[in-house]
């Protein structure tokens, strides 16, 4: 079982939370778009940030700006403590031993290079590399890379028609030869989500190291690190309700120490000299140049956000939405849900017969609706479906069910237009 | 080239019988969304057939999130250039109607004379479309007018 727990939890249980309040959090929402009032439904691309996060940016240039980790002056003190302020936040969002095991990057893309890069350099010829069908590509490509470099094989496991992992692949692709588990959590495209804490035991007992990618987990429920017992585990901020730019690797401690400094510059080193260079360090290991300030506080201030709501609530309010629009799927004629696992969160992609994605992206917006089309950076996945690509419509906690039969009107209109 | 291909490129009716004016006319009449995206819809339906031994990397137009192919036939002896384009999209096929009313039938001169900008712009739903999103409109242009500085 996953950590979502929403079938055992009933209304009864908790406190129904106003979703109309919510939104006032979240300045973004009220407007219109071609004349309508926006829905958004692009949660999975990119999530809306409320108020707070926006605010905690603002004030920090306002009143804290400077460069941090340099103490000669005040404001360089208050940058470094709201900058390691929000780092401790992350860290306690993930539950994770210490600070230090909490690295600042780009985004998740750039955490998933830091590892597979690193790990490259002690990959031998045959070792393999082990990730699912379903992976983004930022979970695939960085370890072909990987691969192409040391001479590793990339193995894949496949998935069922409803796109979960097929039952008994992993176990029998898992090998003496494993060296990496690199799993996502939960799916962009299908919302499927992946059994990764058993994955992850059955992987550590043959000795494998275990990355998790877990960008569209975290938005809709909590993780817990240690629980999970992941070696490394990646996410961005913007998917999270915080700031574009920045994003997290956790890793353990004696993971990271392991792992050779990805980018080198100021801030990483130790002491530098022509003849030697000795590295940083942990976090600072990792984390070459002047980082994302700003960013960082306001992925702090999202965290604190996140953690004042009833996450419970929210995820049976997010289950409800799923049900209502696989419910009203069943009567658009000629569509088809891609990605029916059991095990899944508010992300429906969806094929109409006769219609290409990209014609329901562009008739939809015109009807203020926001979803994604296309292969969305999972062209494999699209081969295994045998799709061109998907309309995607992912819901975040502050989306209506008034939005999900806006969205299934809509699309009959545009059923009833082109075809 | 074979007569029957060589038939499908100097029938079509885009940049011949369906003029470019005649296009603007019509969607100036046009007042919502609906319409105007009915309309390049059904524009799009009027396409003539694309041989299928064309849909080749050839050319496959990139940039766009559907699949477009295009392809000519420059006709020597009344020094014009025909178009084909194909889409699995449908508003990517309507846009590709206007991009051949503009351009389809015209010497290489003539179409590279053509202030297709202009054209767009005049069609607000186009304005709304074309620069950002991949619905290769700009690609597809570019390509075309590529063929015609080679028959120069």
Redo the contacts between chains.
């Keep these: 079982m996953t950590q979502v727990a929403t079938a055992t939890i009933t209304q009864a249980m908790i406190t129904p939370f106003d979703v109309q309040k919510i939104r006032e959090d979240f300045p973004i929402l009220a407007q219109q778009v071609n004349g309508r009032p926006l829905v958004y439904l692009d949660n999975g691309a990119s999530a809306q940030k409320p108020l707070s996060v926006i605010e905690s940016m603002n004030r920090y240039y306002r009143t804290d700006n400077a460069n941090v980790h340099r103490g000669a002056h005040t404001l360089g003190d208050r940058a470094t403590a709201d900058f390691e302020g929000a780092r401790e936040k992350v860290r306690a969002f993930l539950n994770a031993r210490e600070s230090r095991e909490i690295i600042w990057t780009k985004g998740t893309t750039e955490a998933i290079n830091v590892v597979a890069s690193g790990l490259a350099q002690s990959l031998q010829p045959g070792d393999e590399i082990l990730v699912s069908h379903m992976e983004h590509h930022a979970n695939i490509v960085p370890w072909q890379m990987a691969a192409e470099r040391s001479g590793a094989v990339l193995k894949v496991i496949p998935l069922d028609e409803r796109g979960q992992l097929l039952e008994g692949a992993f176990e029998t692709l898992l090998s003496s030869r494993t060296k990496i588990l690199a799993i996502t959590y939960v799916s962009n495209v299908l919302g499927t989500i992946n059994p990764v804490r058993e994955m992850i035991a059955q992987a550590k007992a043959i000795g494998a190291l275990t990355l998790v990618d877990a960008a569209q987990a975290l938005p809709h429920f909590n993780v817990d690190v240690q629980q999970l017992n992941c070696d490394f585990l990646a996410f961005s901020s913007h998917k999270l309700f915080g700031p574009t730019g920045i994003g997290v690797l956790y890793g353990k401690a004696n993971c990271l120490e392991a792992l050779p400094p990805y980018q080198g510059g100021g801030e990483m080193i130790e002491r530098v000299t022509f003849a030697k260079t000795t590295w940083n360090e942990l976090p600072y290991k990792f984390e070459a140049g002047t980082p994302a300030i700003a960013e960082a506080v306001g992925l702090g201030a999202a965290l604190d956000y996140l953690n004042a709501l009833d996450r419970p609530a929210i995820e049976l309010h997010e289950q409800n939405l799923l049900k209502r629009a696989q419910l009203l799927a069943r009567e658009v004629p000629g569509m088809h849900l891609i990605g029916t696992a059991e095990q899944k969160v508010p992300v429906v992609s969806f094929k109409i017969e006769g219609l290409h994605p990209s014609d329901i992206g562009t008739l939809l917006d015109q009807q203020g609706i926001a979803i994604r089309t296309g292969h969305h950076c999972a062209m494999p996945l699209m081969d295994f479906f045998a799709v061109p690509g998907t309309a995607r419509a992912s819901f975040a906690f502050y989306n209506t069910q008034e939005e999900v039969e806006q969205l299934f009107t809509a699309l009959q209109k545009i059923q009833r237009m082109c075809c | 080239m074979t007569q029957e291909q060589k038939a499908l490129f100097v029938g079509n009716e885009f940049g011949a019988s369906i003029t470019t004016d005649e296009i603007l006319e019509t969607f100036s009449f046009l007042d919502d969304?609906?319409e105007r995206?009915?309309y390049v819809?059904d524009l799009g339906k009027k396409l003539p057939p694309f041989p299928e031994s064309e849909k080749i990397e050839l050319n496959y137009v990139h940039g766009c999130?559907?699949?477009v192919w295009l392809i000519h036939y420059f006709d020597q002896d009344s020094g014009k250039m025909y178009l084909l384009i194909e889409s699995?999209?449908?508003?990517?096929k309507g846009l590709a109607a206007v991009v051949l009313a503009a351009f389809n039938a015209k010497t290489p001169q003539e179409l590279l004379a053509v202030d297709i900008e202009g054209i767009f712009n005049q069609m607000d739903l186009i304005r709304h479309?074309s620069p950002t999103?991949?619905?290769g409109l700009r690609s597809m242009v570019k390509k075309v007018q590529g063929m015609a500085r080679l028959h120069c």
């Design positions: 969304w609906e995206y009915a819809i999130q559907s699949q699995d999209a449908m508003i990517v479309i999103r991949g619905n």
